[in-house]
């Protein structure tokens, strides 16, 4: 036990002696937290759209003002010429072009029908998927109107739509992100400075004077996990409790020592993950290299910005493989939903698992001897 | 006392797939001894004492070190034994005396008898002024007379030495060897590999590898004797002279 | 020039002696173009719902029916009660619940109105205002089956063709995003930690002390990285090409000489970072937790960068794979030429000077 004690002073003292890492470990989350959840808006609002008028009518012009107090749309340009609004849509300038046929008045009276034209910029597509919605949305009621006005009394049984948003009221997107950019930035400083620092070790060759010495193999590991476990539980601290709670607002809906739980076990697997590259690489690159391939993975595949029901099976498959996934899922749920243990035991076990493997692994793979 | 074996080794061998590093090496280091372990570049040596401290688990043969099987009780071969490796192995982020407290601390001092001895080693190496600073801003002598003084805090019966003098001025390296006799009359058993063949002159008796074998193992006097030659140089040049392999 | 290739080819056994960090370096980007290519998509399709239906006639039978053979949704439970809504979204479960009320139907028929409620878990914003609207589309499909024997007078018909990516994939957005991901990041974490690692192991010296002009022995470093990326470009473009059917519609040649653009301004990123740190944990920290985030939500492949506050959207502009992003949709998708990518471009390259003049400033102070 007490050399266990010597071992935990001598990392503390390496990380604290460290100013630029000890910045890019405390300063460099904090900052990203408070920057970088303002970026991560998906909703779709202010499309641009551009109008072609070839027929420059009443309802055409009625039309046109229905678009234009939506509030979803902002009309960038109105022109004669199709091939200007096309030529719109290459440059960026617009997302949706609304051609307007000539005859369209006149087709309405006389045969009862007429047609308009829509093209999207389609390479981004889910905002051409709402962007034709909701233009596709007005249309229609645009349409009912019309009718209504010539030829009130019939116009068919119509069904609404009323919406209640539960948890999140106002649809926050905050609210949504902060919590998941905390669990990725604890990862980043506890995965990253694990992987890194027992390498460093080997690199430099201090790792065989301590091969030499009778510490016992988990008490070295212990000695090199615990001062990043408790590295991490202040970084979360901090994301939480300081920027989440004064920048953003946020104050977990559920219960607090909940959530520190499950953030104790997700340290244990993340550490394990950094630990297991360790052993499986020789200098300080290759660690690196291993650690920015799996953290691409972590971020990306976790569902932290992209669902992961979209995915194709084979994708959900690494999704539920990924630690990531499960503390992002869960922070969510406890933050915002007000989950309670009952409803997350599955993440629990899950994470138990994750824990258990990796660190078995490593530890196995970790040799004294050769 | 005089005839216990510290190191005892029948046919040690160490294979790296069809490659032979050290090849049934034979013999035996009493207690209280100097022993140089000498060989060109290539010729095993580090491999071989790799072994002997429990870094790395032998391929056939057997070897015993002060008492414990290499084997079986490594572990406990860990207890008895100091080494310092031929790269500089203190960390340079720590302090003197931080790097004295960890290490001693690992070793499981106690925390009163950690503080007696760095007291006594700082006066000792005269680092009074410097005891406060950085390992990494020392000048290389001072830093491997530190990393000895490391190696042997824990009073170990035996201690190991890869070429602790590399790089280091004539004076340092005077200095270091009067550190290594003192070491010894106090009781301390001295592995050491070395390319320096004055140094060898120190040693009560000396081994040369050659390609893998143990090739002449005696006083210095004898082997100068025996190979009908000035010094040592003569005969280490005599017998690296044939070795098949260099680095 | 013997000189100069002399170095070069050491840098070249530095990277060729070490497996391991080669098969990171092409490995690497192979995997993730492939995953993300295949995985990532805005989209928000199979999303869970359930059905509380109270009404139970012919119009929210058909109404659940829709729902069901729907892409967009899966139905996961159909209900009696609305009790139980809150502890589904609590499990994390199901992302929306629809309500029918009672007598659905009949108000539709005889009352000439009715109403659907949808409840949605609005911890994620977006999933919840995509689902309503999924629904709403699917709704203006169902009553437009209702009359569709019975003529309507005044009708306005729709059609709407989608430019550039007809089946709304995922892939044309996120390959050019990837791209410049991947491209950016690899190539100043490399170089970074390829030049502290001289200074750290101390061999850096000696190349300095050699009688080689020091910013020779900077581009010797660099040039195997160069030459590496490119290797790597090609690499993903073929991926991108034959694996993830993704055409190339413009000029290939253009395409390649814009990326050759950005990897010499990730390059002399890397260049910086190496200057102002003294070892590879340090380099590696600021080119992985400092860059990998950021480029990551900047980039405007993940998130419309129309939608972040303003000083946002001029980091966003400092950031280099920004304009690579644009300049691979311009020419890979819409297949564009150089007049439309001229101004990004020069930005690009405008970028890479600068960070070239700082870093040998910031190299001369080092000297001196």
Known sequence: ?370 | MNSQKMISTRDLTKTFGDFVAVNNITFDVRQGEIFGFLGANGAGKTTAMRMLCGLSIPTSGEATIAGYDVYKETEKIKQNIGYMSQKFSLYEDLTVAENIRFFGGIYGLKNGEIKARSRELINALDLNDQKDLLVGSLPLGWKQKLAFSVAIFHHPKLVFLDEPTGGVDPVTRRQFWDMINQASEDGITIFVTTHYMDEAEYCDRISMMVDGYIRALDSPAQLKKQYNAESMDEVFYELARGAKRTE | MKQLLAFIHKEFLHVFRDPKTMLLLFGLPIAQILLFGFALSNEINHSNVIVIDYAKDVASRSIIEKVRASENFDLYDVLDDHHMIEEVFKRGETKMAIVFPSNFNEDLVHGGYTEVQLITDASDPNTATTLVNYFNMLLLGYQSEMYQDQQMPMNIQLSLRNIYNPELEGTTNFVPGVMALVLLLVCVLMTSVAIVKEKELGTMEILLVSPFNPFMVIISKVIPYLFLSIVNLIVILALSVFVLNLEIAGSIILLFGVSILLILAALSLGILISNVTNNQQTAMLISLMGMLLPTLMFTGFMFPIENMPKFLQVISNIIPSTWYYIIVKNVMIKGLGFESIWKESLILAGMTTFLLLVSIKKFKIRLS
């Open chain 1, 1 to 370: 036990m007490s050399t266990l004690k010597y071992l935990l002073q001598k990392e503390f003292r390496q990380i604290f002696r460290n100013p630029t890492i000890l910045r890019m470990i405390l300063i460099v989350p904090v900052v990203q937290l408070i920057i970088l959840p303002l970026a991560a808006d998906f909703e779709i609002k202010n499309i641009n759209i551009s109008i072609v008028d070839n027929d420059r009518s009443v309802v055409a012009h009625d039309l046109i003002e229905e678009i234009k107090s939506s509030g979803y749309f902002k009309l960038v340009n109105y022109t004669h010429d199709y091939q200007v609004a096309f030529s719109d849509i290459e440059s960026d300038e617009t997302d949706i072009v609304l051609e307007i046929p000539d005859g369209l008045e006149s087709d309405l009276i006389r045969e009862q029908k007429g047609s308009l034209f829509i093209a999207v910029n389609a390479i981004n597509g889910t905002k051409a998927y709402v962007g034709g919605a909701y233009l596709t949305r007005i249309i229609t009621g645009f349409n009912q109107d019309i009718r209504a006005e010539l030829n009130p009394g019939n116009n068919g049984a119509s069904i609404g739509v009323a919406v209640i948003n539960w948890f999140n009221p106002l649809l926050n997107y905050q609210f949504f992100m902060v919590p998941g950019i905390l669990v990725v930035l604890v990862t980043m400083v506890a995965g990253y400075m694990t992987a890194l620092n027992i390498v460093k070790e080997k690199e430099v060759g201090t790792i065989e004077q301590i091969n030499v010495t009778p510490i016992r193999k988990t008490h070295f590991i212990l000695g090199k996990l615990i001062p990043f476990w408790v590295l991490g539980v202040f970084v979360f601290t901090l994301g939480m409790f300081v920027v989440a709670r004064i920048i953003y607002g946020i104050v977990p809906l559920g219960s607090v020592f909940l959530l520190y739980g499950y953030l104790a076990l997700y340290l244990v697997a993340i550490l394990g993950v950094g630990l297991l590259i360790s052993t499986y690489s020789n200098t300080q690159q290759q660690a690196m290299s291993l650690s920015f391939f799996m953290m691409m993975i972590f971020i990306l595949m976790s569902g932290l910005f992209t669902s992961i029901e979209s995915m194709p099976r084979w994708a959900q498959w690494i999704a539920a493989l990924n630690p990531v996934t499960y503390f992002v899922q869960v922070m969510r749920m406890i933050v915002m939903k007000g989950s309670e243990f009952e409803h997350i035991t599955r993440h629990f076990v899950i994470m138990a698992g994750f824990a258990f493997v990796f660190n078995v692994w490593a530890i196995i793979n970790y040799k004294k001897t050769s």
